[in-house]
Nanobody
């Protein structure tokens, strides 16, 4: 069974840091593009970052560029999202996803994790 399992969410004060993990299992993900998205209450799911398992190229939303860093550990089949200088507006459920080609739209991904709540207090 192919699945993505996230961990690492929580409550942090503004200016603090958290690291999310997304463990992939059930198959080899080396040909996938991994994405991070987030969804705040009442909002649509929005793009945060992507990384390719092969080559490691990354992309970021302008709202998180310079504060968030995505990385991948191929040996562990795990993708990470390091979030620094967190702001209250970063509060959302964060999802990791896997797709063949990647991109900035949720519809471009066909595998999703269960989500991890990140709450940033002011």
């Amino acid at each position: 069974q192919v699945q993505l399992v996230e961990s690492g969410g929580g409550l942090v004060q503004a200016g603090g840091s958290l690291r999310l993990s997304c463990a992939a299992s059930g198959r080899t993900f080396s040909s996938y593009v991994m994405g991070w998205f987030r969804q705040a209450p009442g909002n649509e799911r929005e793009f945060v970052s992507t990384i390719r398992w092969t080559g490691g190229s990354t992309s970021y939303a302008d709202s998180v560029k310079g504060r968030f860093t995505v990385s991948a550990d191929n040996a562990k089949n795990t993708v990470y999202l390091q979030m620094n200088s967190l702001k209250p507006e970063d509060t959302a459920v964060y999802y990791c996803a896997a797709g063949w080609y990647g991109g900035r739209w949720p519809a471009q991904y066909h595998l999703w994790g269960q989500g991890a709540q990140v709450t940033v207090s002011s």
